[in-house]
């Protein structure tokens, strides 16, 4: 049986040598590992042995299929290979042809527009950091001054994850702003911070032109001596310049948020009439760009920063309401319908 299987791998081996095409190489193939081919036929007979034998023939049978496929797999490879030079050499493949373009993808307009934020923030010496998606209520709300019973809690329509904790409340939800962050950044650091906090918010919202459930917000603060309303106002008009263009005035007026106090409303004058009045204004010549403030001292003393000693400013803004701005989009669930022909535009 050995000697059987020493003149098949003799004659096999011999024959592949000579082969130069894919066809010839497909009917060795056949010969030497197809169903009818001699080798199999050992392979089969193996059965009618006595055990020592099977164990002997069967482990040289195997070895021997194992070789010939690998012997067909290098000259499958070679014989390719020479048919490909060959075609080159006759011009019957011209590689001097342009290849084809790989379609490249491309960044999500709201990641475009995040860097873009962030890039200005970052020149300024911003810090930035990223928060959980899912909060406990004692940073999205408790912790900002806005405790259960509060009124503002309806100025953020939560989306409550189904956890219950053992006192029988469920205080884990989908955080609905970043403001959170200052919260979790001051308790673990001393002053002075910088920060700011890029990242996805959601809300319980009946979707229309100007809210959806979910969209991106940049929370910045900076806590540190003596950090005044002025500070804040010329971080964030000197942001302003930078994003919608060194022309543009901006104006703050006083607004509320409960973290804050005093708060503010900031707006720009209106890039496309230039503050004449148009229909991106509502003709007041105004765009609200964003809501900020000087940190409320409760919070400050919250995570154990002493509010006479040190004094900062926060601000949160719309990224998705940036773009919308800037490339006068005017419907915000264009973001999140995944519709190319609105991506492919950015
Ligand atoms: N968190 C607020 C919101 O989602 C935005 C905001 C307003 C953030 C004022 C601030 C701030 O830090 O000072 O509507």
Known sequence: MIDRLGELREQALGELESIDNLSDLEAWRVRHLGRKSALTQVLRGLA??????????????????????????????????????????????????????????????????????????????????????????????????????????????TLWIDFEAEDGRHPMLLRTHTSPMQIRVMESRRPPVRVIVPGMCYRYE??????????????????????????????????????????????????????????????????????????????????????????????LRRVGYDPEVYTGFAFGLGVERMLMLKRGIDDIRLFYSNDLRFLRQF
């Open 48 to 157: 009618g042995l006595s055990l020592e034998e099977k164990r002997a023939s069967g482990a040289a049978a195997n070895e021997l299929r194992s070789l010939f496929e690998a012997q067909l797999a290098l000259k499958q490879e070679a014989v390719r290979e020479a048919e490909i030079a060959q075609a080159i050499e006759t011009g019957r493949i011209d590689v001097t042809l342009p290849g084809r373009a790989p379609t490249l993808g491309r960044l999500h307009p709201s990641t475009q527009m995040l860097r873009q934020i962030s890039d200005i923030f970052i020149t300024m010496g911003f810090e930035v950091i990223e928060g959980p998606d899912v909060e406990w209520e004692y940073y999205c709300f408790d912790a900002l001054n806005i405790p259960p019973d509060h009124p503002a809690r309806d100025m953020w329509d």
């Open 206 to 299: 009946a979707t229309d032109a100007t809210h959806e459930s979910m969209f991106y917000q940049i929370e910045g603060f900076a806590v540190d001596t003596n950090i005044t309303l002025a500070d804040l106002k010329g971080t964030l008009f000197e942001f302003a310049k930078r994003l919608f263009g060194k022309e543009r005035k901006a104006r703050f007026r006083c607004d509320y948020f409960p973290f804050v106090e005093p708060g503010v409303e900031m707006a720009i004058d209106c890039f496309l009439c230039n503050g004449s009045g148009c229909q991106l204004c509502s003709g007041t010549g105004w765009i609200e760009i964003l809501g900020a403030g000087m940190v409320h001292p409760d919070v």
